[in-house]
């Protein structure tokens, strides 16, 4: 590490280290952030759980984007390309598509 480089030290808790399971991601957008929902879908639960919600500036929206790309071309490079099955290149799963217009499921 040069000189000019700062290490991060970071403390993590036992029940954050155990980390939570999810399957679902849905993304909003405002001019001023992100609001990325963690939510767990299971077959045998009749709606989905959101178990964490993330808000960040566009900047750190964009970092996050950078280091994900960054991780799944290293994965990719050492255990081969990851198959997506029914997803379009950049689609996102937009909420109002599970909603009838005023907020409730349809």
Same mark, same amino acid.
């Given at each position: 590490m040069? #000189?000019?480089e700062? =290490?991060?030290?970071f403390?993590?808790?036992?029940?954050?280290?155990?980390?939570?399971?999810?399957?679902?991601?849905?993304?909003?957008h405002?001019?001023?952030e992100?609001i990325?929902?963690?939510?767990?879908?299971?077959?045998?639960?009749?709606k989905?759980?959101?178990?964490?919600?993330?808000?960040m500036?566009?900047?750190?929206?964009?970092?996050?984007?950078? =280091?994900?790309?960054?991780?799944?071309s290293?994965?990719e490079?050492?255990?081969?390309?990851i198959?997506?099955? #029914?997803?379009?290149?950049g =689609?996102?799963?937009?909420?109002?598509?599970?909603?009838?217009? #005023?907020?409730?499921?349809?």
């Amino acid at each position: 590490m040069e #000189n000019n480089e700062k =290490a991060l030290n970071f403390e993590i808790s036992p029940e954050v280290a155990n980390g939570d399971y999810v399957n679902l991601a849905i993304i909003h957008h405002s001019h001023s952030e992100f609001i990325l929902d963690f939510a767990k879908l299971l077959p045998a639960l009749p709606k989905a759980k959101v178990c964490h919600r993330l808000i960040m500036t566009p900047e750190h929206a964009k970092r996050l984007l950078f =280091a994900l790309n960054d991780n799944i071309s290293k994965y990719e490079a050492q255990y081969g390309s990851i198959q997506v099955e #029914n997803q379009k290149q950049g =689609a996102t799963l937009n909420l109002n598509d599970f909603m009838n217009g #005023n907020g409730s499921k349809s």
